[in-house]
């Protein structure tokens, strides 16, 4: 046997001819397989050799030093380029083959191929014609024989002109320009198809080549796998530098050993684990980011060499450990062999790589559940509200495309959570949790609820217990409450004591009033609230509401009895004025007059000795009701009504207060400039404007 080379970096590196290469990314040489005599073209069945992705860049592995002389290059013809060099175009071959190129005359342009008698005799069943800047495949006259054909290192752009070569076995095109693979239905017995390094973009019209052994497709356009389940025969398949973004549709190709997928694009890998005799797989630099997107290769009973350096997936620290806790029967791991100790490792590294995932999984189960509930909670909120024209739904904040992941809690609509020292209660049912013990953990720790998407008649029932509750709470915030009027701001006196309140303006119209926030004020003065809306209350601000709305204190107090407003006053004040109020209870016969002046001793009385910090029983006197009253109620719809008209007088009075103030402080400068020009030019003519002054006074 002759050595040949190959060409790795620029280096030529002897190989024998009965071997074939394996190299890495980086064009180091790995140990052979002995697969073919190629001075004899010998086939081993038994083992088949292992393709980079890098091709011969000599001459082919088929020329024979011993038949070279020295002829003249070979002579211009149709389908050849021109050798610049050249210095006899009466040449009819080249060094070392002894081929001898003219032009059909029945197919113009067309280029025959003839070998000497001795050069046919020496090698009847193989023809190298490599490198002769070939841009058609020649018509091979006489060489129906042939069994191996080299085409290495041309300017083909189509496979023609084969169709004699029922014998061939090993076809060449290595580095040429064939954008389609077609032409080769007649060679049957093709056992080796070599097309790297061109231009195809699609796998197709190998039907007829069923005992194909090696098929080698690197460095081309190819997008997709396909057409290749029929090649049950094929051993080694070689598709690395193409534009692949997922491996599968492999099923059928039950007898493949090794395939190579280096530099593409692969996302994805499919199917790998039903092919029953792979030993070696060849990842390496593709897009692959996570074991679970090569699953299948975890069940694979054959695979023992794999490479995925240069991938995502590699960077992570456990990538090592998961791949060999998960393929059992792996020995060679990016070109390391796998040592019994390492394999003990993985399966350490592993389960606690597990343990941290279920984690993970039970944190997403809980976003997603919170996820759904806030958004049912949302929707039903919605629907109670569709009546209601003031009130402006919120915009969804989940994507209108996401749909609701079916983990079994579609039905929920409530959702109840605590961060560091704030509850927050999403939809009606939550507030079922204020009453339950197990609900919140560290109850002592709360100072701010948080309400959203529950209406605020339906929190009212359970301010009473939020102090008992919550002892450190100092804040209540409400969006998407549905307030819509004045009056619902009373109920807040039932929570004892705040710092802080807060009222989204979405879902709440009563802040569209503009007087709102006085009202609050004045309603709970006995809170001396610091903040609304996370702005700081000012001693301007308290004053300004006493100014607006104390009137209003005073005529509700008008309608209420002595019974009434007893009623009003705490415990132990109550019974202080009580004990005043027992005598003339007692009587029968007390006149409508002396229980009016009592009525008045007692609120004057109790405005007088009012403790700071205490509510006074004309702002006690603002309540509201969440029920319908009924006739016998205490305060009847007439006092409810007068209270409503002059609550809107006084709004009014106080927007046309406003209004002329604003419209004094555009003018009051002009006033102001012409008074004074008035009083200068009267100084001016003082004898005259005496003069006309006592003519007025006069005519009067």
């Not at 995925?308 to 020995?331: H, W």
């Not at 409810?640 to 007088?649: G, K, V």
């Not at 009051?668 to 004074?676: C, E, G, K, Q």
């Amino acid at each position: 046997m002759h050595p040949t080379t190959r060409a790795i970096k620029g280096n030529r590196v002897p190989v024998t001819p009965n071997q074939v290469s394996t190299y890495d990314h980086s064009g180091t040489l790995y140990p052979q397989r002995k697969v073919y005599g190629v001075g004899s073209l010998a086939f081993n069945n038994k083992s088949f050799p292992n393709f980079s992705d890098s091709r011969p860049s000599s001459r082919s592995n088929f020329s024979n030093p011993s038949t070279q002389q020295n002829v003249l290059p070979q002579s211009h013809a149709t389908g050849i380029v021109p050798n610049e060099q050249a210095s006899d175009e009466k040449a009819a071959c080249l060094p070392g083959d002894r081929v001898v190129f003219a032009e059909s005359p029945s197919a113009p342009g067309v280029p025959i191929v003839y070998r000497l008698p001795e050069e046919k005799a020496a090698n009847p069943d193989r023809l190298n014609l490599d490198r002769r800047r070939l841009t058609i495949c020649p018509i091979l006259e006489g060489e129906e024989n042939l069994r191996l054909l080299n085409f290495q290192h041309n300017s083909i752009a189509r496979i023609q002109h084969l169709s004699s070569l029922r014998r061939l076995i090993f076809l060449d095109l290595y580095d040429n320009r064939i954008e389609e693979i077609s032409g080769l239905s007649t060679l049957s017995s093709l056992r080796v198809l070599m097309l790297g390094k061109n231009r195809i973009s699609k796998i197709e019209n190998l039907n007829n080549l069923l005992k194909l052994d090696v098929l080698d497709l690197h460095g081309n356009q190819i997008k997709e796998l396909e057409n290749l389940n029929h090649l049950s025969e094929l051993r080694v398949l070689n598709l690395a530098g193409n534009q692949l973004t997922k491996a599968c549709n492999f099923l059928g190709l039950s007898s493949l050993t090794e395939l190579n997928l280096r530099r593409n694009k692969i996302q994805y890998v499919g199917e790998l684990d039903h092919l029953p005799k792979l030993l070696r797989l060849f990842l390496s630099y593709n897009d692959v980011r996570s074991f679970e997107s090569i699953r299948c290769l975890g069940g694979s009973q054959s695979l023992q060499e794999l490479a995925l350096d240069g991938n995502p997936f590699t960077t992570e620290a456990s990538y090592k450990q998961i791949v060999i806790d998960q393929m059992q029967c792996l020995r060679q791991l990016d070109l390391k062999k796998v040592t019994d100790d390492e394999r003990r490792m993985a399966s350490i590294v592993v389960r606690k790589e597990q343990e941290k995932k279920k984690e993970c999984s039970k944190a997403q189960a809980l976003k997603e559940r919170r996820r759904v509930a806030i958004q049912n909670a949302e929707k039903r909120w919605q629907e109670d509200n569709n009546h209601n024209p003031g009130v402006t739904p919120t915009q969804n904040n989940c994507n209108a495309d996401n749909h609701t992941v079916s983990l079994g809690f579609e039905s929920l609509s409530h959702y109840t959570e605590v961060e560091t020292d704030t509850l927050r209660l999403y939809g009606v049912a939550a507030l079922d949790g204020l009453d339950k013990n197990n609900t919140v953990s560290n109850v002592a720790a709360i100072s701010h609820i948080y309400f959203k998407f529950i209406p605020f008649d339906s929190i009212i029932p359970h301010f009473p217990k939020l102090r008992v509750r919550f002892p450190a709470l100092q804040g209540l915030t409400f969006s998407f409450s549905s307030i819509s009027s004045l009056k619902q701001l009373n109920s807040l006196t039932a929570v004892r004591r705040l710092d802080f309140i807060t009222l989204s303006p979405e879902g709440n119209p009563v802040t569209n009033f503009s007087l709102w926030k006085y009202y609050l004020l004045y309603r709970l003065s006995h809170f001396n609230l610091r903040k609304i809306n996370e702005v700081d209350v000012s001693m301007t601000d308290t004053v300004l509401a006493e100014q607006l709305f104390s009137d209003l204190g005073n005529v509700t107090l008008q309608h209420f009895d002595l019974t009434q407003i007893l009623g009003l006053l705490p415990d132990v004040r109550r019974k202080q004025v009580i004990g005043h109020c027992d005598t003339l209870e007692q009587k029968k016969n007390i006149s409508q007059k002396q229980t009016e002046d009592r009525r008045k001793l007692v609120i004057a009385a109790e405005q007088k000795n009012r403790p700071i910090g205490t509510e006074s029983v004309n702002v006690a006197a603002l309540v509201y009701n969440t029920v319908s009253r009924p006739k016998s109620a205490k305060i009847s719809d007439k006092v409810s009504l007068a209270t409503s008209q002059l609550l809107d007088e006084i709004v009014a009075s106080a927007i046309s207060r406003q209004n002329k103030l604003t419209a004094l402080e555009k003018v009051w400068n002009s006033v102001l400039r012409d008074a004074v020009r008035s009083a200068t030019n009267d100084f001016v003519c003082l004898s005259s404007t005496v003069d006309k002054a006592l003519s007025q006074i006069q005519d009067s």
